[in-house]
């Protein structure tokens, strides 16, 4: 199981090994091929059990790596079969060696690295990685320019016929990040509830039944969906995860993959498009530095030393000034600031871009939040996180001084019309300065927010029926020196 302590697996696999009559390690690569071949279910992950592995283990049968990693199926099979050969040969540059490094090398290597445990092997690692995070080119022997670029504010896929058109996920890759999270979309038509936004809202589930996947009216002729950037944007690649339910997976054959600049003018565009299983990866500015240097930041944050470098930390600075405020779980973001929890240096160069966060949650069965008092500095950025371990749902409404009362008496009213669900209970009125949508039992959300200019006790409280009077608290906003 995965989500085990690795400790409890390693026990599980040494249990395993002396059943069949094997080595650990023996036990272990059987698993890996067990895994490889699966047709459905989870994973077993066994790559993460390669932490509790060291290198005497993994010699007895680095052999046989060789042979796996030509019969394997799957990218997780390939990572972990690089990290045990690393691990065996004690030497964790070793796949980057050759004058035959691809993008995709790189890229393995980078997630191979995260399974190495902790050591003297992945410092060593480490310190390539954050090369590669300010060089992202360095692995290549000519770094040439791409020929071309391509630049477009809307992406639209269009269906010729009268299927419909389902997707799981569209990612639009920029620089190494996926900027379709923060477009717009629409479509032809809509039904069984699988509206546009639901192609981009950062989940690929395979099934229709995750409630993540857009979906078209069927019977309609030529049916499409598009997202607008807000702006012209370099693309680098647009990433189409299909619907996996058999047989529907098959509906989106055919299909046209256009990009249009804001006068809605064709500047690329892949016609007649075979439907698949796997992602379909539509590469455009196939320069990779963006992806590269993003997994290769992702990697330090992982584990391991932070090699510190004034240039790394420019580097890394750089990557994450752009990055909206609202975007605070973007992963160049979130990595970032992992290693600046790590390295001082960093944190410090970071400081002035992290949002402080405030963490509420419902009390169970009380009717209540289990804070009742915060504090924010006026005019900063807040980050406000809202659990719900309740059994029933709760919001979050952040209200101007002394307006609990009237916020509260407001939403009552809401609650007996038919719009209160819609507006998630939350009340139309100016003193109603920000809030946090219906988050319903064994959920969260969160908000990003600039607290008020203005000092003073802001309230906050939840609007849902019947929980204003004692669901209620306190936010203080006071100057930077007081």
Not at 119 to 141: F, K, M, T
Not at 433 to 443: A, E, G, Q, R, Y
Request: charged share 25%; with cysteine; aromatic share 6%.
């Amino acid at each position: 199981r995965a989500d085990a302590p690795v400790n409890r697996r390693r026990a599980a696999l040494e249990a395993v090994a002396r059943e069949q009559g094997v080595s650990p390690a023996e036990a272990w690569l059987l698993e890996l091929n067990r895994d490889d071949a699966r047709t459905a279910g989870d994973s077993s992950e066994p790559g993460l059990l390669l932490a509790t592995m060291d290198a005497s283990e993994l010699q007895s049968i680095n052999m046989k790596f060789v042979s796996s990693m030509e019969d394997a199926r799957l990218e997780p099979t390939r990572r972990a079969l690089m990290s045990a050969d690393m691990l065996a040969s004690g030497d964790s540059l070793a796949p980057l060696e050759g004058e035959h490094v691809s993008e995709q090398m790189v890229q393995r290597w980078l997630e191979a690295v995260r399974l190495l445990p902790e050591g003297a092997l992945r410092d060593a690692a480490n310190v390539r990685a954050a090369e590669y995070v300010i060089e992202p080119l360095a692995w290549r022997i000519s770094s040439a320019e791409a020929e071309e670029t391509y630049n477009g504010r809307h992406v639209r896929i269009d269906l010729p016929g009268m299927e419909p058109l389902t997707l799981a996920e569209v990612e639009v890759l920029s620089g190494g990040r996926n900027i379709a999270l923060q477009a717009k979309a629409t479509q032809s038509s809509e039904a069984w509830g699988g509206v546009p936004s639901r192609a981009i809202d950062g989940d690929a589930s395979p099934s229709y039944a995750s409630g993540s996947q857009s979906h078209t009216a069927e019977g309609r002729r030529d049916p499409w969906w598009e997202i607008d950037l807000g702006s012209m944007q370099s693309i680098d690649e647009i990433v189409i995860h299909n619907r996996q339910d058999e047989p529907y997976w098959k509906r989106i054959d055919g299909y046209t993959l256009t990009i249009l600049d804001e006068q809605r003018g064709t500047v690329w565009q892949h016609v007649d498009q075979p439907a698949t299983r796997q992602a379909a990866r539509h590469v455009l500015n196939d320069d990779p530095s963006g992806r590269i240097r993003v997994a290769a930041l992702q990697t330090l944050a992982d584990g391991g030393t932070v090699p510190w470098s004034e240039t790394l930390g420019d580097t890394i600075h750089s990557m994450v000034e752009p990055i909206p405020l609202e975007s605070q779980d973007d992963p160049v973001l979130m990595a970032a600031m992992a290693m600046g929890d790590r390295e001082p240096n960093l944190g410090q160069r970071l400081a002035g871009l992290r949002v402080p966060t405030i963490a509420i949650a419902a009390a169970p069965y009380r009717m209540d939040y289990d804070i009742k008092e915060f504090t924010v500095e006026a005019g900063s950025p807040v980050r406000l996180v809202l659990t719900n371990p309740d059994d029933k749902p709760h919001n979050l409404v952040i209200g101007t001084p002394g307006s609990l009362k009237a916020i509260g008496r407001k939403a009552t009213l809401l609650g007996t019309t038919t719009k209160a669900k819609a507006r998630h209970y939350v009340p139309k009125m100016r003193e109603v300065l920000h809030w946090i949508p219906i988050v319903d039992p064994h959920s969260s959300a969160e908000l990003v927010f600039t607290a008020p200019e203005e000092p003073g006790d802001y309230v906050y409280v939840c609007t849902y029926p019947g929980h204003w009077t004692t669901m209620n608290g306190i936010m203080k906003v006071r100057l930077p020196d007081s």
